[in-house]
Structures are given as C-alpha cells and as structure tokens.
C-alpha cells in the first residue's frame, strides 16, 4: 500500500477520524524516518488495519470500497479477466455492466495497471477498493489457489 503521499488520503485519515492529527504526524514521521509507506507505518503503529486504511482512501478517492468475503463474483464475470491478469495486476473482476468491468484494486492511483487493464481487456474499467491481501485470497477462491505457494510469493519471484 504505496499511496501515502496522496494528500486527500492524508485528508480523509483524519477526516473520517481514522487517525488524530498527533497519529498522522507521528505516522509520517516514522515513515520518513524508516522509509516506509505511510499506511505501512500506521498500521506498525497500531493505528488502523489495513481495511480501515482502504475505507479511508475510498474516501478520499470517491469510490465505492467493498469487502470481498461478502460478494459473490458471477461465473461468467471470472471469464472475462484470466487468472494470469489478475494475479499479475493484484486484481479481481467484480460485475460486468453495460460492457464495463468493475474490478477491485488496492490502488487508485496506479494509473498504468489500470491502463494496461482497459487495453488488455478491450473495455473500460471501474474501480472499488479493496484490500491487497483480500484481493489475493478472492483470486484463490474464484481461481483455485496456486499449489505449495501464495500468490504474493509468486508475484514477488
């Protein structure tokens, strides 16, 4: 979760009473200091968890932030994304409307990957959040998880 220096998220962590301007400044000190994402160093903190880190940047983003345990992805959705893509890209399809598809991403602001999507997918996107480590364990259970190993070692490899 690389997206600490978008001011809005700064913003909305306080905002939404996620953090106190004292955590914040505290957070990003220690991001400074150790090199650390900024939502890497609140959650060390023991700030917030990573899915309150999301709901906070659907905020400040204006997208819909969702919790993957709670939705059911149609078959036919899955057919549209290949497993490789959404592995690859830290990715799951959500719905399909109107020839749009919604995915889940962990990041907004990571604007090549949703380029590269929109070109490989041959369709435009829409996004809500998620968090990483839920995308990756929809993509286990709408996929087949990866035999012996995680997808984020693989990814990592």
Do not use: W
Request: aromatic content about 4%; overall charge negative; charged content about 30%.
């Amino acid at each position: 979760m690389a997206y600490g220096s978008d001011n809005n998220f700064r913003a909305a962590l306080v905002k939404t009473k996620t953090l106190t301007k004292d955590q914040l400044a505290e957070a990003e000190q220690l991001s400074r200091e150790s090199k650390l994402a900024l939502t890497e160093s609140v959650i060390k903190l023991g700030y917030a968890s990573e899915d309150e880190l999301i709901k906070c940047l659907a905020v400040a983003h204006r997208v819909e932030a969702v919790d993957l345990e709670d939705i059911e992805i149609p078959e036919n959705v899955i057919e549209l994304m290949p497993e490789t893509v959404a592995r690859e890209n830290a990715v799951v399809p959500l719905s399909e409307k109107d020839g749009r598809l919604r995915i889940a991403i962990s990041n907004p602001n990571d604007m090549d990957t949703l380029e590269k999507l929109r070109f490989i997918l041959n369709r435009d996107v829409i996004i809500s959040l998620a968090s990483r480590s839920s995308i990756f364990a929809t993509i286990n259970r709408v996929y087949g998880q990866i035999d012996g190993q995680s997808a984020d070692s693989i990814l990592q490899e």
